[in-house]
């Protein structure tokens, strides 16, 4: 019930502040993918501020500030970023018209029949392809 509750209403902070948690788990760990929230501006299942708290939570563990990010839009929505100055990266993908569900790219098939999977003007499977220097195989 406290995952519907957070869902629904936002996370709120841990006691310790959003950092604890991650540096609990991962110890000593000093390097981090890309990191990537991304949030549907038309979703009714999960709270926005979920996303703001990701945001904020990743930004304490690499010590970024908020203040330092870029904020641009894009033709499928508007893309804000924070970069650390080992070079990682927290990105906010919010995605115009966008339900709950995985954004695919429009050229997808049409034939998917999964009610979570949406087309989209962006894929974040191919976005995050991009993002790590992975190839499509043929």
């Not at 995605?95 to 087309?119: C, K, N, W, Y």
Request: charged share 25%.
């Amino acid at each position: 019930m406290s995952a519907v509750r957070a869902m629904k209403s936002g996370a709120r902070e841990p006691a310790g502040g959003w950092r604890r948690p991650v540096a609990e788990i991962s110890g000593d760990a000093t390097g981090w993918p890309a990191i990537t929230i991304w949030h549907g501006d038309k979703d009714r299942t999960v709270n926005p501020l979920n996303a703001q708290a990701c945001i904020d939570q990743w930004l304490a563990v690499l010590r970024i500030s908020r203040d330092g990010g870029k904020n641009e839009p894009r033709v499928w929505g508007r893309l804000q970023t924070w970069k650390a100055p080992k070079g990682e990266t927290v990105s906010l993908y919010s995605i115009q018209d966008l339900g709950h569900g995985l954004p695919v790219g429009r050229r997808q098939p049409a034939e998917t029949r999964d009610s979570f999977v949406i087309p989209s003007g962006i894929s974040l499977p191919l976005e995050l392809m991009r993002l790590w220097g992975l190839r499509k195989v043929s």
